[in-house]
Nanobody, 125 residues
Framework: QVQLVESGGGSVQTGGSLTLSCAAS????????MSWFRQAPGKDRERVAT???????SHADSVKGRFTISKDNAENTLYLQMNSLKPEETAMYYC???????????????????WGQGTQVTVSS
């Protein structure tokens, strides 16, 4: 069974930083596409960043230059380093996995196979 567990959320001031982690069951991080999504109340779930089986990354335009997705295959852990956080980025952040392994950067949220429960990020002004 596939399990994804996010951690690292919390409250920060505008301009602050957080690093989120997603612990996965064995081999999930290594062979699947992995993404971070976020969803604020009343809004659609949006893709933040994606990393594929080869370690190729894609970041949403809104976070380019500030957020970095990475993974450690040996530790089965996905990361999202978030810098210069903005209040509008307050949301529940989710880790997701897609069995496709590649070409997932444009796959909508409904197309991802596995999800964690999320970790809350709150950015105060």
């Amino acid at each position: 069974q596939v399990q994804l567990v996010e951690s690292g959320g919390g409250s920060v001031q505008t301009g602050g930083s957080l690093t989120l982690s997603c612990a996965a069951s064995a081999r999930v991080i290594a062979i699947y596409c992995m993404s971070w999504f976020r969803q604020a109340p009343g809004k659609d779930r949006e893709r933040v960043a994606t990393i594929d089986i080869d370690g190729q990354t894609s970041h949403a335009d809104s976070v380019k230059g500030r957020f970095t997705i990475s993974k450690d295959n040996a530790e089965n852990t996905l990361y999202l380093q978030m810098n210069s956080l903005k209040p509008e980025e307050t949301a529940m952040y989710y880790c997701a996995a897609d069995r496709a392994g590649r070409y997932c950067e444009f796959t909508p949220a409904t197309g991802w196979d596995y999800w964690g429960q999320g970790t809350q990020v709150t950015v105060s002004s």
